[in-house]
């Protein structure tokens, strides 16, 4: 008999106010311990796990449907690989993607950014690793949103992405800021002077702008 298959979980709605500002978590990974332990891993640190999954193909819906802040997928699942999985996610701008695979071979890494993922965390891994991994694709995708809120030509939102990837860059070099806290710099100066991030970017790179010391 062929393997019984597991439905979709949408978690019960969460007794969290409508003011929280929790970060809503999609998982998709077919090895059940696995999914179970990052589930319970994600709600400690106060992740709203609100769907799950062990199919990609399940996994496109469930973020489809339930519009999460950023969905995990394993890379190798039945119905659609992760892989797969991360080009209709990143295709539609649903969510921010991290892959998990056991394997850190570069073609798979190379791979799994072509795909649209954001980041991805080698299995196993320690909480250590996770949280930041999570945090950092997550803000990577709110900076590509409004990036393109701001420019449409893909030719100028490419060169909009390297400005403000340099000027982030200068800004850790040079003032000690970690690359979330270059972003915010970056927006905070841009919502300040009315301007577009990547106008900002270029002003850091001319040394027009800094953070004060």
């Not at 701008?93 to 965390?121: H, K, M, N, P």
């Not at 490419?158 to 970690?178: E, H």
């Amino acid at each position: 008999m062929p393997p019984q298959r597991t439905p979709p979980q949408r978690m019960p709605e969460s007794r969290v106010s409508s003011g929280s500002t929790r970060t809503r978590v999609v998982i998709a990974e077919d090895e059940a311990i696995i999914r179970l332990d990052l589930k319970e891993l994600l709600e400690e640190e106060g992740y709203e796990v609100v769907g799950e999954t062990g199919r990609g193909d399940e996994a496109v819906d469930l973020v489809r449907s339930l519009m999460p802040d950023i969905a995990i997928l394993d890379i190798k699942m039945p119905g659609l690989d992760g892989l797969t999985a991360a080009r209709h996610i990143a295709a539609e701008r649903l969510a921010a993607v991290l892959i998990l695979t056991a394997f850190s071979q570069r073609e798979l890494v190379e791979q799994a950014r072509d795909a649209g993922a954001i980041g991805y965390l080698v299995k196993p891994f320690q909480k250590s690793d996770l949280i930041p991994a999570l945090e950092l694709a997550i803000g990577r995708h709110q900076e590509m949103k409004s990036l393109e809120s701001e420019i449409e030509s893909l030719s100028e939102r490419l060169d909009a992405r390297k400005v403000i990837d340099r000027a982030k860059g200068s800004l850790m070099d040079n003032s000690g800021l970690s690359e979330q806290e270059a972003w915010r710099f970056l927006q905070t100066e841009a919502m300040n002077r009315r301007s577009k991030v990547h106008e900002v970017a270029a002003l850091v790179l001319s040394g027009e702008i800094k953070p004060a010391s």
